[in-house]
């Protein structure tokens, strides 16, 4: 297959707040993070009677600042006619029960995705469950690692303000009009449960969320709630599954970093890193080893407490992925610490 180089057709990225036209009538607005990932792009398209919002930002005043601004700006003449989430993660989410309550738009979202945010705002009213704490015991963490996850868990409710209480679910192969141009919804998992990216073949653009990155990896990892779970498979399968809907012309506009030309090599490229990362540590796994123990395996950077939970998430997310294969096996000791080994 030929696959040529990633091109970026912008060398900047948009200043926050500022609206960027990619395509006829489709911006980029990129909105601040306060973390090492500093910004996510945002999409906004343009009809004659509305606006459609693809992804809200995550709720902190910095952002709500900007939306305040850009808002009046955008609803002086028109309304905001739908808002879209990509999925659930509050980055792309935070604000929009916010942006929905104001302007009396739906959002529009994956079944999965929608019910997955309900359920971790329930979170934020409570202690971390036995089943949560046994999860990571299990993992190999120590008594002072537990209490950090304690300390932080239900966090997830206040980088949103909330969820609305009704949505309109998007399923895959779903389309829509905007601009008399055909949009389609293509699924995507494994990041997240349910994850929706948009695509405009009449464009050549596809909103991709956080399913296909310029360079980051994201994270694909298996959470307390679904301990068995093979989310790794289902990402590599929709890697697959874009690299075959997507023609190589398409203009990627991601969530993190610059839109890009070239799925096909940036996906291959993807499912290639975890290819990898299972035979490393299939190799490694010749005498009994915790998940902790296999970290340095395969992530460059030290492990402190604040990449520990995403850390062991993919972790887990690939010995699951070989235990699925019939090439791991898992024993659980007397202290409840799960023991992996090569078959
Ligand atoms: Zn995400």
């Known amino acids: 297959m ?4 990633p091109e970026y057709p912008y060398s900047q990225p948009s200043e926050p707040g500022e609206l960027i036209e990619v395509a006829d009538r489709v911006y980029w607005l990129r909105m601040p993070l306060p973390f090492r990932l500093d910004h996510i792009n945002l999409w906004v398209l343009e009809e004659d009677d509305g606006w ?7 709720a902190t005043e910095a952002t709500t600042d900007i939306w305040e601004t850009l808002y009046h700006q955008m609803t002086d003449k028109k309304p905001i006619k739908r808002i879209i989430g990509t999925h659930m993660h509050p980055d792309h989410i935070g604000l929009a029960a916010w942006l929905c309550r104001r ?3 739906v959002l529009w979202m994956s079944r999965s995705e929608y019910m997955h945010c ?7 009213n409570r202690e971390a469950p036995d089943a949560a704490i046994a999860f990571y015991q299990a993992a190999g963490f120590n008594e002072e690692q537990l209490n950090y996850y304690r300390s932080k868990f239900g966090a997830f409710g206040s980088l949103i303000r909330g969820m609305p209480n009704s949505y309109h679910r998007l399923k895959d192969n779903d389309g829509f009009i905007v601009n008399n ?3 389609r919804v293509v699924m995507g998992e494994g990041h997240s449960p349910e994850h929706a990216c948009l695509f405009c073949p009449e464009l050549e653009l596809f909103i991709s969320g956080d399913q ?3 360079t980051i990896s994201s994270n694909v990892s298996v959470w307390p709630i679904e301990p068995t779970g093979n989310p790794l498979k289902a990402w590599i399968d929709s890697c697959h599954k874009l690299k075959s809907v997507l023609p190589e012309n398409t203009l990627i506009l991601p ?3 610059l839109p890009f030309r070239g799925a096909a090599q940036r996906l291959q490229k993807l499912t290639d890193d975890h290819e990898r990362d299972l035979q490393v540590i299939y190799e490694n796994a010749d005498t009994p080893k915790r998940v902790v123990d296999f970290f340095p395996l395969i992530f460059k950077s030290k492990i402190t407490h604040t990449s520990l939970v995403l850390a062991t998430g993919e972790s887990y997310a690939h010995l699951n992925c070989l235990i699925e294969q019939g090439m791991m096996v898992v024993k659980k000791d007397a202290e409840g610490v799960n023991w992996y080994q090569r078959v």
């Open 2 to 5: 030929t696959s040529s180089k």
């Open 52 to 58: 459609t919002i693809v992804d809200t930002g995550l």
């Open 103 to 105: 302007s009396g738009a």
């Open 118 to 124: 309900r359920i971790l705002l329930e979170d934020s």
């Open 181 to 183: 141009r055909q949009w």
């Open 212 to 214: 296909l990155l310029p």
């Open 255 to 257: 969530s993190h970093g």
